[in-house]
Every structure is written in C-alpha cells, then in structure tokens.
C-alpha cells in the first residue's frame, strides 16, 4: 500500500537512530510519566515508504451497540518471534531495550503497527490493559513516520487531558502506571493532515 507523503526538510537523511539519551520526560502525576524525543529516527520518509509497501496491513473489525463496524485505521502485529519488515526496527528495538533496562527490567519484545491514511482513522481513548499492563507498571514505546497527529493523554476517571505531538520520526514512551491510570488516545481531525505509521514496541504480555 502506498499513500502520498508530503516530502520533509530531512527526506535526504539517512535512516539511523540519533542519540537516546537526548530524551526527556515529563511527569504525568507521582506514578505516571512520558518520556519525548523528537526527530530520534533520521530517514523517517524512507523508513515510512519501507512500511507502507513491506508490512501487511490489514482492517480489523469490531462489535459496537448492535453491530459490527470498521477498525478506523489499518493495523498489524509482530510477535516476538516474528521477523520485523525493517531492520531499523530491530535496532529501535534493541536502543529501546539497552536505554530502558535497569528501569523496565525486560526487553521490548512486540511491535505492533497502526496507519493513520488521512485524518479520519483514529484510536478512540484506552490503555494496554490486555495481559500485564491491568495490575503491574510497563512502558509502551511509539516510533511515528510520517505527518505528526496529537497524542492526548488523561487520567482515567476523568479529568483534563495533555497534548503531545507525535511526528515525523519522534519518539514516544509512556511509563510507570501510565497504562492502567491512564488513558490515551489519537483523536480525528477535520484539518487536511496526511499519512502517519505509528510503531508501538511492548515487553511480553502487553497490549
């Protein structure tokens, strides 16, 4: 598959990972944080060619009220035995595991994908609480390729949400108990806003 993407400042760049260490965090609350560096993956259009054409999107449909509706956006999951369709997949993977791991303890082990073709495919408001994430702290690392869409945040039983812009090779990493005490979501946009791959890297037993 393959959807036009406006073309960067920095499409000249090569596909490699800048230095992790640059990341900062901003505390969400006493046990939540989010950890943003922008620009960490160099090549991001390349890289976000690679995956539109390599990886097998699929639609995934859902029961709502009373009937079965479309997934609004395409998705697709590497388990931890799966080969990744990119090798800088494997390296933000093993940056990602090596930066985090007196904090995490465990590796990140999963990737799944999600593509955002325009502005109406979106992620309504959640928390990976499947496995793992419901009872224990965990962290979920979004690489994003292609137009930047807001990342809204907000703690779960109501209360006012925080903005972050996931952009053209930005790192994302949501940590501590951030999963089970908040949620997160991309919400739709009427503005004009082109493609955008997210790549979500999660220990086992997370989703």
């Known amino acids: 598959m393959s959807l036009p993407l406006q073309g960067s400042l920095f499409d000249g760049d090569a596909v490699a990972l800048g230095p992790i260490e640059a990341i900062r965090r901003t505390p969400l609350d006493a046990n939540a944080w989010v950890d943003v560096l922008p620009g960490w993956l160099g090549g991001a259009s390349t890289v976000f060619e690679r995956l539109a054409e390599r990886v097998p999107w699929h639609a995934e449909r859902r029961p709502m009220y009373d009937r079965v509706v479309d997934v609004p956006r395409l998705v697709s999951f590497y388990g931890e035995n799966d080969p990744l369709p990119d090798r800088i997949l494997v390296a933000a993977r093993d940056a990602l595991s090596a930066y985090y791991a007196a904090e995490l303890g465990e590796p990140f082990r999963t990737a799944g994908l999600c593509f955002y073709r325009d502005g109406r495919d979106s992620v309504a408001w959640h928390g990976d609480t499947i496995g ?41 990493v949501m940590g501590g108990a951030c999963q089970r005490t908040w949620e997160h979501a991309v919400p739709k946009t009427t503005r004009p806003v082109g493609p955008r791959i997210s790549i979500q890297f999660r220990p086992r037993n997370v989703r």
Request: glycine share 18%.
């Open 132 to 172: 793992r994430g419901a009872t224990t702290d965990t962290m979920v690392a979004i690489v994003s390729v292609g137009a930047a869409r807001s990342l809204l945040l907000r703690p779960r039983g109501g209360g006012a949400s925080v903005r972050f812009t996931a952009g053209h090779g930005d790192l994302l």
